[in-house]
């Protein structure tokens, strides 16, 4: 299973990343972690399949997204897990006016691609699968 979660960087200009993802075992429990000021996850971590757009979004929206994020529900079952809730976090945000319908659906087919692809060790943050 590949892991996924949100990152918003708030300032373009700044290299900086707020994480939000929920981490745990699916079918035994689960919890939403929030990382603030991270460094970019495209250096930081040699295991990085894929870091793909979503969207932009005003900046002084920024901060509505812990809120919307904190709001959905995490469930407890082997058939659910973080895309589950990375997939629900982005209807959230299209409910808010965050993002559109469209690049919650384009956010989607990215995650099903990075899900997919071949597993390697030879390639860490692929820049392969962005569009």
Not at 115 to 125: E, G, Q, R, S, V
């Amino acid at each position: 299973m590949r892991h996924s979660g949100l990152m918003v960087q708030a300032d373009a200009a700044i290299d900086s990343f707020n994480v939000h993802h929920i981490i745990g075992t699916p079918g035994v429990g689960m919890t939403y972690e929030f990382k603030e000021g991270l460094g970019n996850p495209r250096h930081d971590t040699g295991s990085l399949l894929s870091m793909d757009l979503v969207a932009w979004m005003p900046r002084s929206r920024v901060r509505d997204v812990k809120a919307l994020v904190d709001q959905v529900e995490i469930i407890i079952s082997r058939e659910w897990n973080c895309q589950n809730w990375v997939r629900a976090a982005l209807r959230q945000f299209v409910a808010a006016g965050l993002i559109t319908a469209q690049q919650s659906e384009a956010a989607v087919a990215k995650q099903q691609r990075a899900i997919n692809a071949p597993y390697t060790t030879n390639t860490p943050n692929s820049a392969v699968l962005e569009a």
